[in-house]
DNA sequence: CGAAAAATTTAGATATAACTAAAAATATAT
DNA sequence: ATATATTTTTAGTTATATCTAAATTTTTCG
């Protein structure tokens, strides 16, 4: 199989990918890694030669069918083990992502089978994401983000896009849950923050808050 | 903390002395870890520079304190997650060897105590070793190898010295399971192998066999 | 004891995955 | 359109953990 290194790059290009549409960028992949442009580019055209990505120099890549589904398994195993470490261990959700990053990796397909059975069959993760199944499908779980509202629009707070636990440990301390109704009051021109209001109070959120704040039957 | 692959050797430094008693030999730490002779030496000397062990060229090593505590946690965890694989997951005894083994170099220490607790804080493992607690404390478990038995002297099975898949396999195959009571009919003085007698059958194991059973209340 | 055998270490190489600094390609902007 | 800025790649280095082959030390035994 690959090893940790390529699946964490094939997972980051996935996450890049289906929040972009088009090629991905060396840069961006270099940041959302924490590592530098030359290691990606190294890395790039390892995972090229294993039909892993379409790489085409200083064009960016998109992953290949093998590329999207090897991606969908590391994603279905650590939204599994985020899942267990919520129910099962009682972690919170702002605690998890670390440790899912390092069980994610784990070999062994029966694992995560019976892992899925343990769990019952979870279709969504502790942060509201879509748990593939074997075979790389998900429920269509159709959100829209805060950032795409429109001013006196609202919905239900069903995901994040961002898992790390400082983005999670942020909307704890703001009062924001998964479940709370969230309306658009404002939005700032000078710099696109927007003024969102829940069942108990009012805040003001920065345009990139905004961006990994998924909301679901938008109105 | 340490790297995995330093882990592994603590392990097996700390499994070698245990049964032991003296010194470990490079050649025996490197067929254990099926390695060479010169990469268990690199990697002792790099164990020495931490602290981890007390290595004199030509001499073997021993265990530093600090060696024998972070070994005993790798133990801890890896004693850990067989037993959950086993009762949480439904896994045969049998299964769960190769999949601890990547399992127990998962970084966390909340982790692990959340496991513990989860699982109600066994005291065995699914193969009859005793978990050591956080503190790197057993349950004193006193048994005996079969190939230091007497003739005519019986006792119960209740641990393996080896948990590979392959031994316990091979266990399953000639119908010797944990709890079963077994007494040493004869030993061959030619190649020491034993025969031995359960409640329902009768059979011969070699003497490396014989070194891997443990038997408990032996008289 | 001293030669042969066995065990261990050293020296030098390899693979992975990162890095820095410099070079090359692409994009932007006057 | 051409100079500048940005992005990306290349070249060369580093660290980890292996390996083989040769050298060295220890052990064994006649």
Redesign the pocket.
């Known amino acids: 199989m ?5 699946e ?2 094939l997972k980051t290009i996935y996450n890049l990918e289906s929040r972009q549409g088009s090629e991905v ?6 940041s959302k ?14 995972l090229a030669a294993k039909n892993l990505v379409q ?7 998109h992953l290949t069918e093998l590329g999207r589904k090897s991606a969908l398994k590391v994603i279905r195993k650590h939204r599994l083990w985020e899942s267990f470490l919520v129910q099962k261990l009682n972690f919170k959700w702002d605690e998890v992502h670390d440790i899912a990053e390092q069980l994610e990796h784990v070999k062994s397909e029966v694992l995560i089978e019976k892992l899925d059975a343990f769990l019952k069959y979870p279709k969504l993760d502790p942060h509201g994401d879509p748990i593939p199944d074997a075979h790389g499908r998900t429920i269509l779980n159709k959100t829209v983000v805060i950032s795409a509202m429109k001013i006196g629009s609202a919905g239900v707070f069903v995901g994040v896009r961002d898992s790390s636990s400082e983005f999670l440990q942020y909307l704890n301390k703001k009062n924001l849950a998964l479940g709370d109704r969230i309306k658009v009051i404002d939005i700032e021109p000078f710099d696109g923050s927007f003024h969102i209001e829940t069942r108990t109070h009012r805040l003001v959120i920065t345009k990139s808050v905004a961006e990994n704040l998924c909301l679901k039957n938008v109105k």
């Open positions: 690959y090893s940790q290194a390529e964490n790059y960028s060396t840069n961006l992949i270099a890694a924490n590592t530098k442009a030359s290691s990606v580019t190294d890395m790039l055209k390892k790489y085409k120099k200083y064009q960016g890549v």
